[in-house]
């Protein structure tokens, strides 16, 4: 157990920040609620970001860039949308060393400047559908912030389509979800539930918002992204309008979808272990690190480094560049260049040592299991990308066996009650509350409704109301 | 020419906004001074941006991410920093509904931020180099926006970089100058001067400021990227102090390096013509279009289409994925498909008619030349990318030729406002002038100072002050 990181069984908030800590991932900046994203952390960052532009791409959409800094008023053109947002809000209120006539805000999200644009840009059916994908900072106000999860300033992606009809927009909304979907599960092995939110919980201004929820090893939910079908909202609100086929004005149907910073966050609390930090191989920028030792310098220099060289480009011209690294750092103990790597999340070790030379066969330590395998030097090219796959999947399901066996399905309030307080976890539950049943529900339980789940369709008499007609649920406590 | 386009004899300025609204690359937000980066034109940021990252990690940097927001009582710790950027900063006075109680300033560029975080980090000469990048967004007011150019708001990348030793941070400063010109000249076909700024010219808290200095096809300068060498300025605002070798603390030296959105202005006037943008191949994020074409519509669908799709398939095997475009825009006529493509400045066009079909070649027109060429079919892998090359070449060639014919030396005052007058260009002249003698030329000509040469250490006599032991300056006026 490593003596840097407090036991998560202990205290799990402060497991969380050793485990960044420890990996030299992200730190508070001296603005409150802001973090520094540290070269470890960012290259996850980047990896995410390559990965799902790859998949954004792949699905016809472009990127573009939309300003900072947005009127205040335009917020207010829709109602919800400047309910949900304004008290979130950053305010510019000087510039260039004058008053501004107008306070601007710093983009909580862009649905409003980008329905303002995209009325500029679309005259006829012709122009649409509108297929745009943004990389950026936006800036929520955070009172409570914690690394990753809740920062006032954070990075992500916000998409946002327009189309000429519902069906279309609607087909894009549910296509995004499945895209973060199967992103996560596959690269970030992250299982996750795909649902439909409560009127409770849904994006302020949208008609429906689906999401993406995770387990964390805590039990806690945590929403990992999301995607919402905005109807005609800010079509109307930004007066996005074109000429159909028959010649006639129509407004155009929006959607837009996000996931963010947040997502480093959940491969934390779902792959982390009381060593520190682990990587799924398909997200980890480093997914093996070579390690020649020997207390000979002479031999170290002559023998071990030219022959881990070797191994180190077999493998990158695999996995690629960059993603193969020789550790140099000579002036430390064996042990604690392991340590080293290991409490970077590295999934695969590979020692060169005095017996590894003599038998022509590495040590292969995983991350995720302190497995240890030896695996010739011939065998490289062919066993290593296998324990990278291994990992992947294993990784998967381990995390995917814990939710389910923490998944309790409920038929009354009792019976939730009594599952979250000695359980924890996602609870299950046929519902058809109001938002007042929900907030009475948050209040008396902290847990909320996480979602309706979109592959069961099945009915039943409501836990809470005992109304007939309810949709199958998950309630749990969430970030 | 294009109608949509002013003549560049006519108005350079209405010419430079007519090609960047012909190929939709950019519009002005709603907030003034701010832009909006559409899809045609944050690809060529794209294809900057990965192809500079990758010239930074080659050279063994990371990237990190440091916070948009910034307490104003950072900047006021480096003298000549707070001077320099303070009336170009936009201020945040309210967040989450509440008035700050230290206001905030958008970052109009990182050093002070990232200076207080290396304290943090650096303890021992261990802890050094720190190679850090960052790509992000920056706002300085802008009260007389032009796109591109000069917005309040813009992307770019920032290094900055911590060293143990005066040389090191020095040869660091000029390795980044070198990545620039490199980058300009191979990538963006842009030739640039590199050199270094006059007292008068330095970013605000450097003790040197590189640069590289393009002429646009109008003859004035533009700055296309700068690397500063801080010497140990930062380090002793932000106390970056480190134990070195023997035990001893000693402030760290710091450099400071940036590219932006500004360097697709500079391709726009470096290459655009009456027709619109012209894109170098190795920068074009669409290097080659290719265009089926055919009266009937089934011979199109049957027998073009598959035969277009074909010479797509071979040509994105050798240039990369969505490298090369298959134009299905049947509903426009052939001419208005190729000004399509023509106006987003694609480099080469692949004309797939009927005569064509029949002669088993395709009509390749060059964008840059408007030269016509016949390929068959069989040596489609063949002769585009050494057409693309030499397309890449001649840019250059032709950039570079219309710089060099364009560059005066002159030995006096007399002869400089008459160059400048009558022609315009850059102006080499030997200059050991003040920044007072900067600030006077400038206000009777308009011209600055853009670099003393570094490639020329030969010392004449001032054409200002007639001093002796000038050095070799360029001098025009400069957007
Ligand atoms: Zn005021
Ligand atoms: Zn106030």
């Known amino acids: 157990m ?22 030299e991932m992200a730190d508070y900046a001296p603005v409150r609620g802001c973090m520094v994203i540290r070269p470890t952390g960012y290259a996850i960052w980047e ?7 790859e998949r954004f791409k792949a699905t016809g959409h472009v990127n573009a860039y939309f300003p900072l800094l947005i009127p205040s008023s335009f917020l207010e053109k829709e109602a919800k949308h400047v309910e949900g947002f304004s008290p979130e809000c950053a305010v510019v209120t ?8 107008e306070p601007l805000v710093i983009r909580p999200t862009s649905e409003t400047v980008i329905g303002y644009m995209y009325s500029k840009w679309v005259q006829s059916w012709r122009d649409l559908p509108i297929l745009i994908n943004q990389w950026c900072n936006v800036l929520r106000w955070e009172k409570r912030p914690r690394l990753f999860l809740r920062t006032s300033e954070f990075l992500w992606q916000e998409g946002h389509t327009a189309h000429a009809t519902r069906e279309e927009a609607m087909e894009e909304t549910l296509r995004m979800l499945e895209v973060y979907r199967s992103f996560m599960e596959e690269v970030l092995a992250l299982p996750v539930v795909v649902g439909e939110k409560s009127e409770g919980e849904r994006f302020p201004g949208a008609e429906n918002t689906y999401t993406c929820e ?15 079908f905005l109807g005609q909202n800010f079509a109307k609100a930004f007066d996005i309008k074109f000429q159909n086929r028959d010649g006639e004005l129509e407004y155009a149907w929006t959607t837009s979808w996000g996931a963010s910073t947040r997502l480093i966050g959940a491969i934390i609390m779902t792959h982390a272990d009381n060593d520190g930090l682990v990587l799924p191989p398909n997200v980890a920028p480093i997914k093996v690190v070579v390690i020649p ?3 000979d310098q002479n031999r170290l220099q002559d023998i071990m480094l030219p022959e881990a060289q070797k191994i180190v480009d077999k493998l990158t011209a695999l996995l690629g560049r960059n ?6 750092q000579f002036h430390m103990r064996p042990g604690d260049r392991f340590f080293y790597h290991l409490q970077r999340g590295v999934p695969l070790r590979l020692e060169l040592g005095e017996a590894e030379m003599s038998s022509s066969c590495l040590r292969a330590v995983r991350r995720d299991t302190a497995e240890v395998l030896n695996i010739s030097f011939d065998a490289v090219e062919r066993e290593v990308p296998k324990l990278l796959d291994e990992i992947q999947r294993s990784l998967f399901e381990r995390a995917k066996a814990f939710r389910e066996s923490n998944t309790y399905q409920v038929s009354s309030f009792d019976e939730f009650k009594e599952v979250l307080n000695k359980k924890g976890g996602f609870i299950k539950a046929y519902f058809a509350g109001t938002p007042e049943d929900e907030r009475a529900i948050k209040e008396a339980t902290t847990a909320t409704v996480r979602c309706f789940l979109l592959d069961d369709s099945s009915e039943g008499t409501c ?14 406590k969430a970030y």
């Open 214 to 228: 995770a387990m964390m090893t805590d039990k806690r939910a945590l929403q990992a992204g999301t995607s919402h």
């Open 47 to 53: 990896s995410i970001q390559s990965q799902l532009d």
């Open 463 to 476: 836990f809470y109301t005992k109304k007939p007609g309810g949709r199958l649920a998950i309630f749990a």
């Open 94 to 101: 000087h510039a260039g060393g004058e008053e501004l006539e």
């Open 2 to 23: 490593a003596r840097n990181i407090t036991p998560r069984e202990k205290d799990y908030s402060q497991w969380y920040l050793d485990v960044i800590k420890a990996a």
């Open 293 to 295: 030792m020997s207390p």
């Open 323 to 328: 993603r193969v690294i020789l550790d140099t």
